[in-house]
């Protein structure tokens, strides 16, 4: 199903007016109990806790070289963040997850602010709570279909594709 000039209107009118009412302040690694860079916390957003994903896959998601993403992965993995694996039917592949230190740190270092969510969301009705989280959901992963399917990796911070 194609998307129409309305259907994309919506998403850069909405987008926008969610990010600006949740968006928290920027802050130093040095300067959080985290310790994670503006760098390292996107990293977070893209592991998961019980679904793993390949080094490689993710190095090109994120359109970095795997010789990059492994400093970053060595860092968070220092941290307790992220634990390296190897995958069960190919050793050689590495596999990384996001551990449960890391599910904290990413929700504490998140551009959008926990407070300010959980406001918006509790102003919302169940039934529309619900429609909107999994709204959220179907996006996002078809985002991630696009960036896959695609080859594109994400942007960095602050470029625009």
Same mark, same amino acid.
């Given at each position: 199903?194609?998307?129409?000039?309305?259907?994309?209107?919506?998403?850069?009118?909405? +987008?926008?007016?969610? +990010?600006?009412?949740?968006?928290?302040?920027?802050?130093?690694? %040095?300067?959080?109990?985290?310790?994670? =860079?503006?760098?390292? =916390?996107?990293?977070? =957003?893209?592991?998961? *806790?019980?679904?793993?994903? /390949?080094?490689?896959?993710?190095?090109?998601?994120?359109?970095?070289?795997? &010789?990059?993403? /492994?400093?970053?992965?060595?860092?968070?993995? @220092?941290?307790? +963040?992220?634990?390296?694996?190897?995958?069960?039917?190919?050793?050689?592949?590495?596999?990384?997850?996001?551990?449960? @230190?890391?599910?904290? %740190?990413?929700?504490?270092?998140?551009?959008?602010? +926990?407070?300010?969510?959980? %406001?918006?969301? &509790?102003?919302?009705?169940?039934?529309? @709570?619900?429609?909107?989280?999994?709204?959220?959901?179907?996006? %996002?992963?078809? /985002?991630?279909?696009? *960036?896959?399917? /695609? #080859?594109? #990796?994400?942007?960095?911070? #602050?470029?625009?594709?």
């Amino acid at each position: 199903m194609s998307a129409t000039t309305v259907d994309v209107a919506i998403v850069q009118k909405c +987008y926008p007016q969610i +990010y600006l009412a949740c968006h928290t302040r920027h802050r130093r690694a %040095a300067s959080t109990e985290h310790h994670l =860079s503006e760098r390292d =916390s996107p990293l977070l =957003s893209h592991l998961n *806790m019980t679904v793993p994903i /390949s080094h490689g896959e993710l190095a090109t998601h994120l359109g970095v070289r795997p &010789s990059t993403l /492994s400093a970053a992965i060595s860092k968070l993995e @220092k941290l307790g +963040y992220v634990e390296r694996g190897q995958e069960v039917k190919d050793r050689r592949m590495v596999m990384l997850r996001l551990t449960q @230190k890391g599910a904290a %740190a990413r929700a504490a270092t998140s551009v959008l602010d +926990y407070d300010r969510v959980a %406001a918006i969301l &509790s102003m919302l009705s169940k039934k529309d @709570k619900t429609l909107a989280l999994t709204g959220l959901e179907i996006l %996002a992963n078809a /985002s991630r279909d696009f *960036m896959r399917q /695609s #080859g594109r #990796g994400m942007p960095r911070h #602050g470029e625009m594709t």
